[in-house]
Nanobody, 124 residues
């Protein structure tokens, strides 16, 4: 499956953005989907994920501020980001994986396919 992330941009602290991840190729519904991010000089880190069953998981740093959803009919996943903070600044990547179990949802190694990333910049 090919993934294309979009929706990034520049926003002030406290603002909101919605990222989208569009998939093509095999049916979207086959995959667990996740968002990861990488800030300059830091390792890639987990943000949020949603399994085929609808189970979701979030990093502690974004709980209560971010929501994740998917529309299998449109082959699209979303990340709604509210109350953004400067520390949310990063390149955000979407990913897809088959057979991702609950305990693996936060591990980048569980995902087989990756999009190109979209830049999110939050100014203070």
């Amino acid at each position: 499956v090919q993934l294309q992330a979009s929706g990034g941009g520049l926003v002030q602290a406290g603002g909101s953005l919605r990222l989208s991840c569009a998939g093509s190729g095999r049916p979207f519904s086959n995959y667990a989907m996740g968002w990861f991010r990488q800030a300059p000089g830091k390792e890639r880190e987990f943000v949020a994920a949603i399994r085929r069953t609808g189970n979701t998981a979030f990093a502690d740093s974004v709980k209560g501020r971010f929501t994740i959803s998917r529309n299998n009919a449109l082959n699209t996943m979303y990340l709604q980001m509210n109350a953004l903070k400067p520390e949310d600044t990063a390149v955000y990547y979407c990913a897809a994986g088959e057979g991702v179990i609950l305990s693996q949802m936060g591990r980048s190694s569980a995902y087989d396919y990756w999009g190109q990333g979209t830049q999110v910049t939050v100014s203070s």
